[in-house]
């Protein structure tokens, strides 16, 4: 069984004005599982952040539905989505998102104290995590005094720290410099080597190299995908290029 199944997801939006309604997904269906590193693709206004927030639980479908490890999401009331939701899935997003008020230990630990989870389990997996991502020197900084990558790296941490069963990752090199995106990529290079799960939307042909399999969404569908195969990086850009020039040339074919 698939990790995530999407089956035949719509969501509909009515204009502020005019009350005319916006198709921002029709029928996408697939699947990811456990281990796969899928990016999501299109261009601005396609549906792809609609899709991840979909996926994510933070907007209600209005048809079709998201299963994940088969639980259908839709299932699940209010009360008890936000736990499902911060036990299951970790969150890269473009800007950080961390707390300017809390120290990188407190900012990485923060779902643990959410979920309720025990100072002598936190002690325990923090200075793993921390060695392994590369920032373990930096636990007591906060964000201010750290590095773009440094904060994308501690972005990363939280968003591990309770071993989701998915990462969703939304634009992560959006906001960081090339060298410290080379080093982001790497990275999530080396957690779906760990057996880690990532979903990405990005606009960045080379963070989408890294993927294994590519999405590509073009007015709320899913309009190709390509797997990465035996290809090197390097070809599998090439040819993520070409597919987004025959998108943007309104074109079926890639």
Known sequence: M??????????????RFGGQAVHALTGVSFSLEEGEFAAVMGESGSGKTT???VVASLDRPTAGRVL???????????RELAAFRRDNLGFVFQEFNLLDTFNVRDNILLPMVLAGRSRREMDQVLPELAAR?????????????????????TAVARALILSPCLVLADEPTGALDSRSSDGL?????SVNAGGQTVL??????????HAGRVLFIKDGTLYHQLY????????FYGRISDVLTALAGGRSDG
């Open 2 to 15: 698939a990790l995530l199944e999407v089956e035949d997801l719509q969501k509909t939006y009515t204009s």
């Open 51 to 53: 899709l991840l927030n």
């Open 133 to 153: 991502l590369g920032i373990r020197e930096i636990l007591d900084k906060y964000p201010y005094e750290i590095s773009g990558g440094q904060k994308q790296r």
């Open 228 to 235: 990465r195969g035996e290809d090197d990086q390097g070809r």
């Open 185 to 189: 990529l790497a990275l999530l290079d």
């Open 68 to 78: 994940l490890a088969g639980r259908d999401m839709a299932d699940l009331p209010e």
């Open 200 to 209: 990405m939307v990005t606009h960045s042909v080379k963070a989408a190299s």
